[in-house]
């Protein structure tokens, strides 16, 4: 399984790499080491432009902050290429807020339910 990473803040996302990659998942980035947007960064390319490595999800990484952050566009991107979208908070105490205008495009999801979900995926996809 492929799994596009983006959070709210620089950072926020770090903590689920190893765990993800841990469950049998693929892991790209939306911004680059340096916090750029990869399609805007010279010679790159967005991971849901990539024609035979199509995520299969983008986790978003927020916590109760009520409007997307401009870290967090590629939740825009995945939703117009039709890639679902999961929300985690960073908090296990917290549940991620879904920003107006996303309610029925998006799933919140736990940390723990999420990587549940990457292994039996992977376990599915033969990985």
Do not use: K, W
Request: net charge negative; with cysteine; glycine share 8%.
């Amino acid at each position: 399984m492929h799994v596009l990473l983006t959070e709210a803040s620089f950072g926020d996302a770090d903590f689920l790499v190893q765990p993800l990659r841990d469950a049998d998942c693929l892991v790209s980035r939306c911004h680059s080491r340096a916090g750029l947007c990869r399609a805007l960064a010279v010679g790159g390319r967005c991971p849901l432009d990539e024609p035979f490595a199509q995520p299969d999800l983008l986790v978003d990484v927020r916590g109760r902050e009520p409007e997307l952050t401009a870290r967090e566009f590629g939740v825009v991107c995945a939703i117009r290429d039709h890639v679902p979208v999961a929300l985690v908070s960073p908090d296990a105490c917290v549940q991620a807020e879904v920003p107006p205008g996303l309610e029925r495009r998006v799933t919140v999801i736990d940390v723990e339910g999420l990587l549940a979900t990457c292994r039996a995926a992977s376990r599915h996809l033969g990985g």
